[in-house]
Every structure is written in C-alpha cells, then in structure tokens.
C-alpha cells in the first residue's frame, strides 16, 4: 500500500508552495479568530524552519507519511507543539494540493514564457543578420522560391509568440485559489477566502468548492499549450538536423552544442537538436496522459488526481531544457551563405518569377505565361544553366515578348527582394518585421 499510495517521492517539489500556503492559511485563520495569535506565530516560526531546512536538504522527507502535506504537517507538530495541530482547521489535503500545483503551474507558465522570449530573441539575432541572406524556400522538400534565412528564422519567432500568448492565457485563467474549498463542499468556519487568495497571488477565490478541488483543466492547459510548442520545437530541431548535415550545410552548429562519434572521428552530431526533438514525445505524452486520468472522472476529489503531477513535472522540466538548448544552438550556429546561395540556385526556383513576369508585363493570361516559363526551364534544364544564363533568343522561342529586361527578375536577390507584399520574404519587409519584433520583445 506504501508503495502505490505514497507521493512524496515527487510531491517534494511542491514543498515551497505548500509552505507559503499554509503560512497564508494560518494567518487568515487568525485573523478570523479561527485560532489565537499565539497559535499562528507558533506555526508561523514552525513552517519557516521546516522551509530552511528544506532548503538547505537537511529535511528527512517520510515516505510512511505518503506525501508532502502530511511530511510538513508532523515536523511542524515536532517543532511547534499542540498549535500544528490547528492549522489543519478549516481546509483539507485536497484544496491544499490543488492549490499547491496550480501555484507551482502558474510559475510553470512564467518559465516557459520567458524561455520562449529568450528563443525569440536568439533567433531575431539570426534573422537581423540575415535578412538578406538567401535561401531555398520549399514546399514538399523540393526548392519553390528564394526566401532569406532572415525570413525563415522569423515563421519561427511568430510560432513562439503565440506559444507565449497560449501560455499567457492560460495563465490568467488559472489564476484563481481552490483554497478554502476545503474536502470538496466548503467549511463552517468563517474563513476569508479573499484574504488567502489575495496572499496567495491570485486574483480572485474559485467560486464552486466542488470544482476547486475536482478540476485540473489548469493543468492539462499547461500541458496542451507545451505540447503545441514542443512540436514547433520538434520542427525547429528537425531543419537543423537536415540543415547541419553535410548534404545541405547551410549551418555549422558550435562545439558546444555537437558531439563526436566514438568510432567515426569526422563526426558532428546535432545531440541536441535531435534530444529536443524526441522529447516532444515526453511532452506530449504528458497531455495525453493526464486526459485520460480525467476522462470519466466522477466529482470531486479520488486518488487518481495525485498521478497529475509527475506529468506536469516531467513535461516542464522538458520544455525549460528544450527551450534553453535551443536558445543556445540557436545562437552558436553559424549559417553558411554561400552554401544557401547555391542551394537556393538549384531547381530552377524563379520559375515563377518568369511566369509573373510574362503575365505582368506582357500582359498574358498567367496560365499562358506559366506554360511558357515550364518550357522555358525545360530548354534551361536540357542545356544545363540556370535561368539568368539562358541566352534571350532560346527563352523568345517559347515568348517572343521577352526583352533584356527580363534578366531583372530571375536572379535570386531580385526574386526575393520582389516578394515585397505584407508577410512576404523580401528583405525590406523582413527588417520591417524585425524592427516589430525587436520592439516587443525589449
Ligand atoms: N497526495 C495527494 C494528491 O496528490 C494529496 C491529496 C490527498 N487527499 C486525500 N483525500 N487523500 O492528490
């Protein structure tokens, strides 16, 4: 029974939060003439020490105590007598640990939002000194257009913001205190749930007792929203691995973020990257694992809920490590310009830009043109050079239309540079969008 019932093994980490708590609780219960001054100073000075000695690891946590609440509770009957008997008054273990982990998930949130600002600006660095830098753009995994790494980094900035935003509010939303909402129906004791919510940090008391203590939709938000950024992670992680590996080289990943093979000795190995892919795995399988605790879960309190935390814990301790070596890979990479250049000068990526052409300036219906432009790469692709090399008069035979004039688009910078609408790849819209960027993120 010991074996499956007991939590502190992890429950310990909520051991600060359950302090500040209670020391709210006990002060509230005082204030109420609930318990006597005397009482709430002994239990007060009890939970402190109980604090600092958790701090500094010289704590004896108890697994026959099953977990942290109960761990607290006896030392601080050890240290402050017959008052530690009365703090218990007027609540229960189970708006107790509800309001613990929403306190530590609250915080949880906090984290991730500042390491996912943290991420922005690492890759924001990127974009800035690469607004100009030209890379393929695909689709399929086949070159389309010429896009700037500037542009490319930016998706990735845009993805993490809303992370941040989901993160954001969630946290809102959570910020309301079961506490008080003792077992599962309330108390009879004339408790102020305002005065403990408020010492708490969150706005308001939760309005249904039953709720406050059955409810961890808090929670599988938190999860939900790290599921959602670990995969924009996972996709991050994934183009660097393709990225660094020797057949694209668009980036050299520093020493520090690499490893060495301990039999082939010319290898890099993108470890990090590909940890922080896998460990979407974790994260989303933490979401999936607290739902299917709630699914079906009659009100209020069962034991089921104490499975939330481990998957809580484990999902944030994942995200914080993923977000943090990312933000480090991300900055100690080094992108390789002319690796891109000529990556992005293969496959005939301004294709289309012939095809506008042809219906922009010549006027022809854009199906004509794109069928032009298709013959046009073809004769380029049978001769062997790339479209700014095909002479004029192979390129008249499919448009007799074209002029010299032409040339000013199929070169990669000026098909880049012409991708000019809101949202769009050229250059100057990207410095635009890092100025935006730069801004919010000071
Ligand atoms: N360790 C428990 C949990 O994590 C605390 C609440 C226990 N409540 C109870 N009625 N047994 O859920």
Known sequence: MEEINASIDFDRRLAPLDIEASLAHAAMLARQGIISPADADAIREGLNRIAQEIAEGRFAFRRDLEDIHMNIEARLAELAGPAAGRLHTARSRNDQVATDLRLWVVKACGRAREGLRDLQRALLDKAEAHAGTIMPGFTHMQPAQPITFGHHCLAYVEMFARDGGRFADAQARMNECPLGAAALAGTSFPIDRDMTAGALGFARPMRNSLDAVASRDFALEYLATAAIAATHLSRLAEEIVLWASPGFGFVALSDAFTTGSSIMPQKRNPDAAELIRGKTGRILGSFVALATVMKGLALAYAK??????????????????????????????????????????????????????????????????????????KLAEQKGVTLDRLPLADMRKFEPGLTEDVFGVLGLEASAASRASYGGTAPARVREQIAFWREKLK
Do not use: C, N, W
């Not at 990556?343 to 794109?370: C, N, Q, S, W």
């Open 304 to 377: 089921d809920l104490q499975e939330d935390k481990e998957a809580v814990f484990a999902a944030a301790d994942a995200l914080e490590l993923s977000l943090a070596a990312m933000a480090g890979m991300v900055a100690d990479m080094t992108p390789d310009r002319a690796k891109m250049r000529a990556a992005a000068d293969t496959g005939y990526p301004t294709a289309t830009d012939l095809a506008d052409y042809i219906a922009r300036v010549l006027g022809k219906p854009f199906r004509e043109a794109h069928h032009a432009a298709g013959a046009i790469v």
